[in-house]
């Protein structure tokens, strides 16, 4: 489209590249910026940066910090005996946010997926190994999708071997959601999982 | 949320600030950037940065433009005396993928809005009276608003004041759209505005 100039052409472009982002959105968050002014594009930018510069990954648990080890590993008030182990950085703030979580984490950076050619090396899982102990107890909380299933079977296999107490998160009707439209794989797992009063 | 890395949160923050962009989306782009390698941050930075040094407002059209006056101003080809109202640059670039438009633009700025206290001398308005000559086209592509059509009904008065030839774009059912879906006020222009096959 060489009717829009090549600047705001390109910035559209990188936009697109986010997910969840089209085509049209990606125009309307360009054409914010252009309508911005230039100190709050620069806070953007320089935000963009900062987050490539301060952050690292955590070399316990391999989640993201700006200080190694994370908060999360390093906070004595933590029961470092309980790890919760998630597919990316980003769950681990899903679970702090609910604020029920008492343990530690650990980061896979992923999921076994032999389709996209990402078999056990290519996660986080020697590290992890490498931390768990007899008696300690491991909660499996990847996605409840094919994958996750796939590598929580996988993973409970092998810490089992290793003397550890494997659990994985229940499957159920969503808090505040409605009976009417809940899928058929959830209600028969609702179902299976029913909990006597 | 103070188990989110301060600079992560800065950039969460930033994204929120888009138009249509909700704490949840800002945290899964914020990710993005995190996941992506420092080459791709750098682009969008630079990319942010070079829209807001290389582009500038046509000082004919207002439209937004590397030179000035804009290649569609300055086009040759494109007729001069043909000129279609638009509230945003953005609704430039709508119009230019249609392709169908062989006029200039003219860009409002923005619609008549009392309430958030946008008058008249607000909007480009002066720049566009001095464009204007007598026996000229011009056609208000102001938005289907409420705002959008006082603003039309303002200018045309001004306008056919000047000896001008006003139009407004037809309102009707949308291509592609189905009748059943179609609402009240959108069926009962389409009724009114009936064309004779």
Not at 23 to 43: G, I, M
Not at 163 to 183: K, N, W
Request: hydrophobic content about 40%.
């Amino acid at each position: 489209m060489s009717f829009i100039p090549a600047s705001v052409q390109s910035l559209v472009d990188q936009f697109a590249r986010f997910p969840g982002i089209g085509k049209k959105t990606a125009q309307r968050l360009a054409f914010f910026v252009l309508k911005s002014n230039r100190e709050d594009a620069a806070l953007l930018a320089h935000a963009i940066m900062e987050v490539k510069t301060k952050i690292l990954f955590c070399s316990v648990c391999g989640g993201i910090t700006e200080t190694d080890p994370c908060g999360i590993c390093s906070d004595p008030k933590r029961n470092q005996n309980l790890i919760c182990i998630v597919e990316e950085p980003a769950d681990i703030f899903t679970f702090e946010r609910a604020n029920t979580f008492t343990g530690v984490y650990h980061v896979l950076g992923g999921v076994l997926s032999p389709l996209d050619g990402i078999g056990p090396d290519d996660l986080n899982i020697d590290r992890l190994l490498g931390r768990v102990k007899e008696g300690m107890e491991v909660i499996l909380a990847t996605n409840p999708s094919v994958e996750g299933d796939t590598t929580a079977l996988y993973l409970g296999k092998l810490l089992k071997e290793k003397g550890v107490i494997v659990s994985r998160l229940a499957r159920g009707l969503p808090v505040g959601g409605a009976l009417e439209y809940t899928d058929d794989a959830t209600l028969t797992r609702a179902l299976e999982g029913r909990t006597t009063l």
